[in-house]
Every structure is written in C-alpha cells, then in structure tokens.
C-alpha cells in the first residue's frame, strides 16, 4: 500500500481500488465530511487533522486485477471528546455551535483496509447498528477464560477404580457470571455470560460431561464417587507418553445478550475454552 501525505493539502493517497465517498451504513455520505476523489486505482482522501491514520492487512493486487470495488462493511462514529480547539483544522472552517467532531472509523470489505479519520458533522451521524456484531465487542471485553482446573491436580495421587472427583475454581473470567456492555451509533448492548457444561477428556478414551463446576472433595468422603463430577480409571498411567494421561477440559460459554431499551431484541452467543492437565494413575500396592 503506497500512502503519502502532504502539508499543504493533509492529502491521503492509498493505492487500492475505486474507495466510494465515506458513508454511514445506510450508503448515504455524513454531513460536512471531506471529500474522496477517486481513479481507477487511486482515491485522494481529505484529512481534516491530524487524527486521520490508515491501516492494512492484506494485498490488493488480485482486486486491481480484477477490477472488484471496495466497498465499506459499515462506518462507526464516536464523538471526539474532550472536542478540539475552535479554530482548529478538524472543525473546517465551522463553529462549535455548529455542530460537532467525530471519530468516524470505517472499515472495507475486499481490502481488508480500516480508515479512521476527525470529521465535522452539523448533526449527530445516523448509523445503522448490528446490534450482535456489538454483542461480540462485548465479549470480546469480558477476556473469557479456560477452565481452571483445581482436580484432578498435576502433583495428586491417583489410583486404579479409586473414583476421581473433578471440580474446577470459579471466578468471573474462568466461569462466570460475566457482564460487559458495547454501544455503537447510539446503541448499547448488554451481553452475559456463563459457564454452561465442561466437557471432561481424560485421556483414557472417556469422556464426561459436566453441567456444573463439580464438588470439591473432602477426606470425609472417603472412596465415595463424586455425585456431580468425577470418574474412575480402569488401567494405570504406565503405558502412556510420559507415563502420564492428559485430560482436557473444554467449557462452553452461553452468552445472553439484549439491547438496552430495545423493545427485548437480543440473542446468544455461544463461546468455548480449553485447559489442559496431566496425571499419573497408579496401582494400589498390597505389602503382605
């Protein structure tokens, strides 16, 4: 990608294809945006101060090439605060009672490209919102994690047709519950998410799933089988890699979202994780 950028103008030239006019979601161009002039190769792009960057993923040869067009998947507005200086390049020209800054961020199908810009608009921009593409933001913001397995437990001692008691720690990030929210072109979204069943592996061609996050064990209870979570090896570790089995324990995340004031719109989500432990199996040895 060929950028340049020029004082007397504040000019962006990226070398791609035909880039259309920044628009909001609906195709319509904002109010009091810059302009974007375009050849078949080349789109000069007014940057109206210094906050306008550019960013690319991909190569566009194979769309030159091919003549495709990039068009925007959609453009976010935020307002710019704290508002710039009146009198500095990003009001062009107008007054703050005229209207106001916005960070408008767009983003491009084919080029994979991503233009963020200062814009003045006389009005609040109208963008029409996927209220789960804000669900996902969501989650994204809630950093969900792998299970964290406190049993069965690296350094344990484990025996043949001895019952295994499994259970894992319980926080926000490793189970649940967990909220976040996202809000885009004035629409919020509140998404939460829980734990809903671990899928045990536990290395010996079993597997076992768990619709809680199982009960610890305690020395009370003796050689009893866990009555939520647990399991039971028949053959000993030996013949393993390491002389260990490796159980994986993968959660699945249900994730309920809604949209704020939206009339009871929402949805789900369903997220998963994955952790890894590995255990010894002995046999009980019989001194006589």
Sequence with gaps: MLIRRTATTAALTVSLLTLPAYADASGDPPKGGGSTECDSYLCQVEANGPGLTASTTGSDSSNRSSGKNSNPTHCTYELTNPQPPAGSLEWEGHKPK????????????DSTLTVRRQV?????????????????????????????????????????????WMWVDQSPTTYGPNSASATAGGVTVTATAKVSKIVWRMGDGSIVTCHGPGKRYAPVYGRQESPSCGHTYAATSASQ???VYTVTATSTWTVDWQVVGGGGEGGRLVESRQSQMQVAIGELQVVR
């Excluded at 005229?98 to 199908?109: E, N, R, W």
Aim: aromatic share 6%; proline share 12%.
């Design 98 to 109: 005229d209207g106001a800054v916005y960070t408008q961020i767009c983003q491009y199908l």
């Design 120 to 164: 003045w608009l006389a009005e609040p921009p109208q963008v029409n919102v996927n209220p789960a593409v804000l669900a996902q933001q969501a989650v994204d913001k809630m950093r969900l994690e792998a299970p964290a397995i406190a049993s069965p437990r690296a350094a344990g001692r484990y025996i043949v047709g001895v019952p295994m």
């Design 241 to 243: 890699p390491s002389g």
